[in-house]
């Protein structure tokens, strides 16, 4: 992992809002449809330059409340699809941990190292739940950005 200060970068797509609590029960679980529209949607639409992000932001307090988890790019050939919205990843400083490995499971795994980090008593950083985000590097790499003070 590694402390990094990222610009602000806007991206398009669709947004969902949850809870943890509510993902891991199938039958209210929302993430997994929110990339399916995505993909079925948008990903047609990426141009050879775009990132894929998954966004996580407006919480309502911290891991344990609601959020918002948008999927989006940062850039697409056209933005005229039906509920596609514009969001921002914050500019600031972030601290990034990374996996590689079959999707979406890397990415279940390496969100739990992510809590397992900041639930410990010795945790040196202190997330500010502000913007949060998974960047897609590939078909089997993904990184995740946590904004910390």
Not at 3 to 21: L, M, P
Not at 60 to 70: A, H, N, P, Q, W
Not at 132 to 138: P, R, S
Request: glycine share 6%; hydrophobic share 40%; proline share 3%.
């Amino acid at each position: 992992m590694k402390v990094e200060t990222i610009e602000a970068v806007k991206a398009y797509g669709f947004s969902v809002r949850t809870t943890n609590q509510d993902e891991v029960d199938p039958t209210k679980a929302k993430i997994g449809q929110l990339w399916q529209g995505f993909f079925d949607q948008a990903f047609p639409k990426l141009t050879p330059d775009s990132k894929v992000y998954g966004v996580y932001t407006n919480y309502e307090s911290d891991f344990t409340g609601e959020f918002d988890v948008i999927a989006c790019a940062n850039a697409l050939t056209d933005q005229d699809l039906n509920n596609l919205i514009e969001t921002k990843i914050e500019a600031g400083k972030y601290l990034t941990f990374s996996a590689e490995g079959e999707l979406p499971q890397a990415v279940i795994d390496l969100w739990g190292e992510v809590w397992a980090y900041f639930s410990a008593a010795d945790c040196p950083h202190v997330r500010t739940y502000t913007t949060d985000f998974e960047l897609y590097k590939g078909e089997t790499e993904v990184e995740i950005s946590i904004a910390i003070q």
